[in-house]
């Protein structure tokens, strides 16, 4: 009998529909659709991907709560609502799934105000420094958490 694919949304924040358009000697050439194409290709069998980006932190938060009791995990690059947002971190909090925070760019070598993540308060792995290849590396922990 065939079994469910199991889908994991994988949710850029602000700024990140630019991606692969401006500043690419911090966060690289490629753009979402390339991301796209990786987290699939990084999937296990019986695994999917959904990828969304919204520039707007309420519907971040939607697709958060949308994703409870349908979905096998979540692969999240907030963008800057990583260091400011608490509703972010309160909506990742109502989910069950494993989370995984993403970031393009080593923000440890950055400004100080890249520091701290609210989100990782939540997050059960961070991911950054490794460029778009930072999704792939996430999708396949949560395919091997989740198998
Ligand atoms: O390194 C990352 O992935 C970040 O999450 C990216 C955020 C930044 O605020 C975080 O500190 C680290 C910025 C996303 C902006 O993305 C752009 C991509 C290309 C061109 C312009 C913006």
């Not at 949304?9 to 690289?28: A, D, H, M, S």
């Not at 991301?35 to 290709?41: E, F, I, M, R, S």
């Not at 494993?98 to 393009?104: A, D, L, R, S, T």
């Not at 701290?116 to 949560?142: E, M």
């Amino acid at each position: 009998m065939e079994r469910d694919v199991k889908t994991i949304l994988v949710l850029n924040g602000p700024n990140l529909n630019l991606l692969g358009q401006r500043q690419p000697e911090i966060y690289g050439h490629e753009n979402l659709d390339d991301v796209k194409a990786l987290a699939q290709a990084a999937c296990a069998e019986g695994f999917s991907i959904e990828q969304k980006q919204s520039n707007w932190e309420g519907q971040l938060i939607d697709w958060i709560h949308e994703a409870r009791g349908t979905t096998a995990g979540i692969v999240i690059n907030p963008g800057a609502l990583t260091h400011t947002s608490v509703a972010l971190l309160d909506a990742l909090n109502t989910y069950e799934g494993p989370v995984i925070e993403v970031h393009i760019s080593q923000v440890h070598k950055r400004e100080p105000f890249r520091h701290h993540s609210y989100v990782s308060k939540r997050a059960d792995a961070v991911i950054a420094g490794l460029g778009v290849d930072g999704y792939g590396a996430a999708i396949r922990r949560i395919c091997k958490l989740q198998s």
